[in-house]
């Protein structure tokens, strides 16, 4: 078993900053996807980016490039996400998630099989 917690969320002007993390604890994950999606009320959970553990390369929705960085660092078992230039669009619920394989493809919630409980984000106008 794989435990995920996210911290890090809370309301920001429209312009602004959040940092997002995500500790994993548990059973290594070394062969891992790591993923962060998010929701908003009434629409479908959403991928915004994932990393692969081992290599750290990078992978990110349309709507998170430039905006958005995904790291890792293995020594803390922690993913992060550093989300800049923040849009009231960007207002969701985000969540962390895990995956053993891409088997869905690592734009799929379908192929996570770990999930954190969720952290809110809120952008003002």
């Known amino acids: 078993q794989v435990q995920l917690v996210e911290s890090g969320g809370g309301l920001v002007q429209g312009g602004g900053s959040l940092r997002l993390s995500c500790a994993a604890s548990?059973?290594?994950?070394?062969?891992?996807?790591m993923g962060w999606f998010r929701q908003a009320p009434g629409k479908e959970r959403e991928f915004v980016t994932a990393i692969t553990w081992s290599s750290g390369g990078t992978f990110y929705a349309d709507s998170a490039k430039g905006r958005f960085t995904m790291s890792r660092d293995k020594a803390k078992n922690t993913v992060y996400l550093q989300m800049n230039s923040l849009k009231p669009e960007d207002t969701a619920v985000y969540y962390c998630?895990?995956?053993?394989?891409?088997?869905?493809?690592?734009?799929?919630?379908?192929?996570?099989?770990?999930w954190g409980q969720g952290t809110q984000v809120t952008v003002s106008s």
């Open positions: 548990g059973r290594t994950f070394s062969s891992y996807f």
């Open positions: 998630a895990a995956a053993k394989s891409s088997r869905w493809g690592i734009r799929s919630p379908m192929s996570y099989d770990y």
